[in-house]
Nanobody
Framework: QVQLVESGGGLVQAGGSLRLSCTASMSGNINKITRMGWYRQAPGQQRDLVASVISGGATNYADSVKGRVTVSRDNTNNTMYLQMNSLKPEDTAVYYC??????????????WGQGTQVTVSS
């Protein structure tokens, strides 16, 4: 199992910044976390990728956030961060942390956090 604890959401004015954190804790037969990512879901919308980072550090961003968002990861404590700058009202959504855990036999499973609300006022 992988438990994900998110923090850092809140209310911010347009143009402001927020930093989200997600810490992953492994248990059972999961002995490695490879890919971690942030997704977001606005009311009535599908859940979409915001940014992801693999254990080697390579990152990927949605076009809508490129240049405004930076994802990073501390592998020593399996914590991922999302620094969001120049926030826009359309960034308002519930942000979910995701992690891919690897079973000692090689199976992979995706785990999700509970989500943290980000609201950007105009």
């Amino acid at each position: 199992q992988v438990q994900l604890v998110e923090s850092g959401g809140g209310l911010v004015q347009a143009g402001g910044s927020l930093r989200l954190s997600c810490t992953a804790s492994m248990s059972g037969n999961i002995n490695k976390i490879t890919r971690m990512g942030w997704y977001r879901q606005a009311p009535g919308q599908q859940r979409d990728l915001v940014a992801s980072v693999i254990s080697g550090g390579a990152t990927n961003y949605a076009d809508s956030v490129k240049g405004r968002v930076t994802v990073s990861r501390d592998n020593t404590n399996n914590t991922m961060y999302l620094q969001m700058n120049s926030l826009k009202p359309e960034d308002t959504a519930v942000y979910y942390c995701s992690a891919r855990g690897v079973h000692y036999r090689g199976y992979e499973y995706d785990y999700w956090g509970q989500g943290t609300q980000v609201t950007v006022s105009s």
